[in-house]
């Protein structure tokens, strides 16, 4: 399946895309390859694009400016939509960064092809509402898992989000992300390995 295959099949699935519909977007579609480390989008830039993840991983996260702590708030991984959502819906600069974890690669549109799609197409505009709404409730998941559920439940759910990203991100990015320290995810491994 080409990349351009995979993103027809997930926008049929995930907002009821028609093939025509889809058809409409194929010049505005680009390939861009990440490196480990390199950034989608900066802290203080606007983010322009919304990208579909081919393959890797990214990470939003927030730094500390008087520590230097960083604080990862979401993980993006294949076949999921890529951006610095409220830069990019109110296209404002934005208060994080997003950064490949590994090698990776993604699909993306400029916002402005986008917004030319949603005036163009009642089927697009209802995608742009579906992307509002994915941001929306992603945000929402991971503070209310913050709030209500434990360290355990979490590390559970983010396996189920993320099945592969273990296997390519390293501990303390995930503990962070979970809200605990590296020795309490390494517990929490144990135990669940043990069952």
């Not at 709030?147 to 991100?169: A, C, D, W």
Request: hydrophobic residues 35%; glycine residues 6%.
């Amino acid at each position: 399946m080409t990349e351009m295959e995979l993103l027809e099949k997930t926008l049929s699935a995930f907002a009821g895309m028609p093939a025509k519909d889809f058809a409409m977007s194929l010049p505005n579609w680009q390939l861009r390859e990440y490196k480990k480390g390199e950034f989608y989008n900066e802290y203080k830039n606007v983010c322009k694009h919304l990208g579909f993840i081919i393959s890797g991983v990214f990470r939003t996260y927030h730094v500390n400016i008087e520590t230097g702590e960083e604080k990862n708030l979401l993980f993006f991984s294949e076949k999921q939509f890529v951006a610095s959502y409220k830069s990019f819906l109110t296209q404002t600069p934005c208060n994080y960064y997003t950064e490949s974890l590994v090698d990776s690669s993604i699909l993306y549109i400029h916002i402005d092809d986008l917004n030319r799609l949603y005036s163009e197409s009642h089927q697009w505009e209802r995608f742009g509402r579906f992307i509002a709404e994915l941001a929306f409730n992603e945000v929402m998941d991971h503070t209310e898992d913050m709030m209500f559920k434990t360290p355990e439940q979490r590390y559970q759910q983010m396996l189920e989000r993320h099945p592969g990203i273990f296997n390519s991100v390293p501990l303390y990015h995930i503990a962070s992300y979970l809200g605990i320290q590296g020795p309490s995810l390494s517990r929490i491994r144990k135990r669940l390995s043990g069952k």
